[in-house]
């Protein structure tokens, strides 16, 4: 039997339907499944009966782990697809596998999705994608007098952060703020549930570049590894 409670259900809700109908496998992103995880150890202490966490779209973090090990201390966990926004599935998890991070490669002949042009790079906070180029705009639209911007992802507080690097002196973070919720709301809506860290912003005299070809970096992972 399959349940299709979605993430944006009540924590509330997926707990009960889980309960009554002693549900074994989870399905979700990794953010999704923990707020699942820690209204499962406030309310039921722990979930035994769930077997299987299989998870896809976000990496998994030790921290997350742990909380959902508290939560469903019977559970494997396992990523059970791989794939990309213009790639699609390429690849599915081996269960039984010692290693979460072997997949076994499907071949398509869809290698690349027909769409619109995109933006040319992404950042990934939790549950929520934003686009480089969007994030620039937004500071612009925030009235910032800048000489460049460069976007950091980092780890907070077992939470995913969102840092606008801004070489410039010191402005208005709250019109940054503000232009950030306009061009994505799904990302205010996650920093409120506390699913994702609150915005930071770090005024610099100037912004990280590359090494070997002086080249500014756009975006920058400070993600453990």
């Keep these: 039997m399959q349940l299709p409670v979605t993430g944006s259900a009540p924590v509330e809700f997926t707990l009960t339907t889980m309960q009554d109908f002693d549900a074994n496998v989870v399905a979700g992103f990794p953010t999704t499944l923990c707020r699942l995880a820690a209204h499962v150890v406030a309310e039921a202490g722990a979930l035994p009966l769930v077997r299987l966490i299989l998870f896809s779209g976000e990496a998994l973090y030790d921290d997350q782990r742990a909380l959902l090990a508290e939560a469903f201390p019977n559970a494997e966990f396992r990523s059970f697809v791989y794939g990309s926004v213009d790639g699609g599935i390429i690849g599915t998890a081996v269960l039984g596998s010692d290693d979460p991070r072997v997949f076994r490669s499907l071949w398509t002949a869809r290698c690349w999705r027909s769409s619109t042009p995109r933006p040319a790079g992404r950042s990934r906070h939790g549950p929520v994608t934003l686009h480089l180029d969007h994030l620039r705009a937004a ?13 950091v992802i980092r780890r907070v507080d077992a939470r995913d952060q969102l840092v606008l690097r801004i070489a410039g002196e ?50 920058i992972d400070e993600h453990p590894c």
Excluded: Y
């Design 139 to 151: 500071v612009d639209r925030a009235g910032v007098v800048h000489n460049g911007v460069q976007v």
């Design 170 to 219: 010191v402005q208005d973070f709250e019109a940054v703020r503000a232009q950030v919720h306009v061009i994505s709301p799904r990302f205010e809506l996650q920093t409120g549930r506390g699913t994702v860290a609150p915005l930071e912003v770090e005024w610099v005299g100037a912004l990280e570049v590359n090494p070997r070809s002086g080249k500014t970096l756009r975006l």
